[in-house]
C-alpha cells in the first residue's frame, strides 16, 4: 500500500486519473445503485488525494478550495474501496484529507456533505451536522462542518 499521494488535476498521469474515476464509479454508481453525474465539471479545480495498491487506486478524496462548490472549503467524493474497509484506511484517509485542505486553505471551515449513516464517523474528526438530512440522488445526507 503506497500513500497518501496528492495532485493538482493536470499533474494525474492517465492510468491515476481512470483509477480514480474507476474507484468513484464503482462504489457511486454501481455499488449504491446511484446513477448520477460524477464528472461534474469541478475535478480540474481540486487537489486529488489517494492511496493505492499496487497499481489500483483503493481510497480517495477530492480537495475543493473555498468558492468553488461552497463558499468555504470542502472534501468531497471520499471513497474507500469494498475490499479495503474496515482495515483503518478510511479514518487514514479522512485525516490526510482534513489535514492537507487545512495546509491548502488554512482558516477556512471546512464542508461536507456526508451521507447520513456516516455521520459518526465523520464526527470522530470533529465535524458537526448542519441542517436537517436532505436526500441527494436518492441517498439521505446531512452537511457537516469543521471549524479551525
Do not use: N
Amino acid at each position: 500500500m503506497t500513500g497518501p499521494h496528492i495532485s493538482s488535476f493536470d499533474a494525474l498521469t492517465l492510468p491515476t486519473a481512470y483509477g480514480i474515476l474507476a474507484l468513484r464509479a464503482e462504489v457511486f454508481v454501481v455499488e449504491q445503485d446511484c446513477p448520477y453525474q460524477d464528472l461534474d465539471g469541478k475535478d480540474a479545480d481540486c487537489l486529488h488525494l489517494w492511496y493505492q495498491d499496487g497499481d489500483t487506486i483503493v481510497a480517495y478524496a477530492r480537495l475543493l478550495p473555498p468558492g468553488l462548490s461552497y463558499p468555504e472549503a470542502g472534501i468531497g467524493r471520499v471513497v474507500t474501496s469494498p475490499a479495503h474497509r474496515r482495515t483503518g484506511l478510511g479514518k487514514a484517509l479522512m485525516a490526510q484529507a482534513i489535514a492537507r485542505t487545512q495546509k491548502e486553505w488554512p482558516g477556512q471551515d471546512v464542508v461536507i456533505m456526508a451521507q447520513s449513516y456516516l455521520v459518526a464517523f465523520y464526527r470522530s474528526f470533529g465535524f458537526v451536522v448542519e441542517r436537517e438530512e436532505f436526500l441527494e440522488d436518492g441517498i439521505p445526507h446531512r452537511w457537516m462542518r469543521l471549524v479551525p
